[in-house]
């Protein structure tokens, strides 16, 4: 069947070119991608419970924040090495999901909005709150002695661009067929109408819930690999803003497409990086770009390139 | 960023100066002329490039904009006296946010598309940590002005260094003897639930103890907090001093509130100027603050003694005699921690000068150059004091002062010794490899 | 302190944060209810207020009071009319859609921060209240001799603190007038409840938006006029009130303004009184971890009906 190749190639084309970036790209441009990828992996997790699902949290920087200092606590208070300590980051941000998933599935609409803002504001104050092992806001070192990987330094440009490159091709892809199998289609079926879900007798809580895990599971592996790669964790990543950035890569990029939430990413980071370069006011000039783009570009990125002609995008 | 304008009395005052060798660390360094390399004359003349990370939004905005004033001021007077190793000296800022992930960004940006020579000029502690792994991994010096315990306490790598501005831990630890002699033994510490308050908290209750006082409670403020009053039940009765350490903006608030609580008869009042950097201390709502003591890095009030270093610079930075803006009297400075961005420059210059540092590939010359600087006398490169610096822990220890407001002035009361403050060494950053 | 002060002190404190989040969340309450959009920039026309507070009373300086009663007139009406402007030129065109407003109006949030760190500068600045005093408060105790009245150390609250706490209750009333009372009122409930029917009866329903934006920003200019006094302006001061004003409006039930007040009571007076058993941090999770178990249990709110 075309349409479902024509995806495909897309994707896999998506992860050939930012391979190719690698031996192209000017030294700074690779690091940025490697930032990039690591919080593209985060919003594509937020897409799968907003894009996908319909609900709206502003709570998902505790995910992060659990993948984050679940590695980042793990490989400095236990000692574990990279492969453990990430297997208890993606447990700790699951199972906060789970527990958070359980308590605000119970709402919905704004409500579940300011539930999960709530929420992650607790686990805000809690990490200040644990000073003694978190160091509060002003965070910790990962050490470069502790982010080795069979042997291979992971702080290197290049370790750091193919580890961020292999974490977000295996979340890409598992994320592309994720939403291709009957459970992403009754994810849409939930955003589209949650009643008429019902009626056709799938279990909407069961789905939402199980939704808001993989969710969490995904915002906890960019969390951790940013501990991993970037060497540091700290609370600012756990406060509002980290959880405001992920809606907005997401609608910027297009709500509800793979590649949306990549897009997103590029874009918003390259719009700040390039007009700080030009002016002091450079959130000025974001500001505005924004406004435009809600009245030039109202479903996002991808979701406007396929409004008008390119039909097939995932 | 900088555009030395030309005022030839000053220069020639500040000229002469210098020819009497008030830059140490020139001398030593000073015929070495690189002439056999191949690219020397093409590099003499380009400039060095200090990458300058700098808070201009965010929540540390207020002390960014004094930041990049000094640091403009610093490379003026450098570039009039000949630049560093006889080339100009440029300053390429970008703005971190005041955010840690931000400021590693920047730290990138700064080695590999403006490949500066080094970067330098961060304040706020979670931004530091943030980016030195960063600047570790891209083999960077970075040169921080944030008075964090960071360095010293083994956390970051060899290319981290703070120079000129004394951190916490001995910030705090040469406090006690002072406090517990004229103020009181029982003291009420109410800091701020951050990592900045608990270094407070752990390391001023160990040294006030072995004054003989002992701290009779501790309040840990949360963040964001706008409103305080009912937290303040919780100091004891007996307390005899209050040391308080708030930051950001709800701080009058805080010391208005405390005023408002204790009404007309209060327990004596110890702060770090920390919570009134860029304050006026005659804003309405601080009458309660006269008679109190605060800690400060470097006076912000002209004081009787000040020497000609300390006026020379508190001019050549746009300072009145109140620490405020020349041109806007309202606009107050961040006086007690932005020399250390005059200072940080200027030990930047005389490493580079003693490494002969022809650039990147002489970095790790530079950070040994550092390294072996020891004591660094008062001078108009360094118009805080004396300044003795321990190349193990890349921190270095200064005199404190402790001024008392007096008639809406803060003078200073007491001057501690560089040995007050001193601790045992935590790290050996010169063990790691480069 | 004694336990019996200490509890009287913190619900006082706690008296006075819930009126601030009343003045803080009532602009919402309307702009939410009538609306159903989610403005991210709402925080920031309450900086703007505080801020223009500061220049208003600089400006014209002299005794405190001029300043504030100023302030008082002219920050709700510039900050209301940049709401409508933003409304208009904004809002509007992207047809009051879900996801797009939350966008557009976090690219607001950045203009109006950035044009703001820009003219204002990022100092913390004080607004002086137009009257300020101390008040010792008394506390009724059984001793040795019988039932006495004492003044325990630290017991107090000062005047512009009471002020405020009128202050809210004051707006709060001309607000429900307004809304229940008026011609303009019964046209906003007309359209809170079916703006398509609103329509069809000639309600001219763009109109009505645009002044509800207006009218709600001038709101959060007026509660940070009354509330500046007690904080700082400075220009990063919106983000708090924005969260916390949501959390009222949720809390209390979407567009009902007297759930609006219960909520803010409920989580005013249970930071202050839960300060009082648990060290400061503590007491901060505590709360806001009780606070999202009301919605969890109630999600319609205190006073919203449950949604159809």
Redesign the interface.
Known sequence: MMASRKPLALHLGILALLLVLFFVLPAYHVGAFSRIMVLAIYAMGYNLLFGYTGLLSLGHAMFFAAGMYGFGLTTNLTGFSVIPAFASAMLAAGLLALGVGYLALRTAGVAFMIVTLMFAQTVYLIILYFGTYTRGDEGFVVQQAQRQLAGIDLTTETARYFTAFILFSVCFLAMAKLVQMPFGKRLIAIRENEERARMLGYDVANLKLRAMVISGVFSGVAGASYALLFGYVGASFAGVQYSIFPLLWVLLGGAGTTIGPLIGVIFMFYLIDISSGWTNAYMLVAGIVLVLLTLFAPQGIVGTLRKRGVAWLP | MTQPTKKPTKMNRRKALIGLGASTGALAAGGAFPGAERFAHAQSAAPIKIGFQKH????G??Y??WYGATTDAAVKRINENGGINGRPVEIVV??DAT???RG??VL??FA??HEVDVAFGTLF??VV??S???A??LKLPYFVVSE?H?VASG???RYTLQPCITDVKSQVISMAPFVAENLGKKVTMIYP????G?DHRDFFSEAIEAQGGEVVAK?????????F???????P?ETEVIYHVMVG?????FVKELG????PNRPELFGFIDSLE??DIQ???LEFLEGSYFWEGMPRHAQAGDTEAQKAYRAAVGCNERGASVEDPA??STYAHMFGCWETLNVIKAGMEAADYQGPADRPKLIEAVEAMSAIPASEDHPQGDKLFNGKTHQVFAQQHISKVTDGTLVVEHSTSIEDGMYEDEVDYTTQTF | MDFGPHLMLASLEGAVISAILVLTAMGLSLVFGVMRVVNVAHGEFFMLGAVLAWVVSTTLGGHPAIGFIGALIVAPVLVGCIAAGVDRFVLKRVNYDADRTIVATIGVLYIIQQSTLMLYGPEARPVQPPFNTRLSLPWFEFGENGFAMIWPWGLSITSYKLFVIFAAAAVLVALWLLLTRTRIGLIMRATQQDSDTAQAFGVPVGKVYSWVFGLGAGLAALGAVLVVPIQQAHYLMGGDPLLLAFIVVIIGGLGSLPGTVIAALLIGMSDGIISVFFSPTLAKIIATFLVAMVLVFRPQGLLGRAET
């Open positions: 201009a939004t965010g929540i905005a207020a960014g904009r970008e703005d955010d840690p992930g590693a960004e990138e940006k590999t598309q502690s979670h940590i943030g030195a792994p960063r570790g991994e964090g960071h956390m970051l790598n639930d951050f990592a900045f608990h309040i840990a403020i949360p963040p964001t907090e706008t409103t009053t009912r937290y303040f039940p919780n100091i009765r903006p709800a701080v009058l608030t408002e609580f204790f009404g860029a304050v804003s309405p709502g606009n107050v």
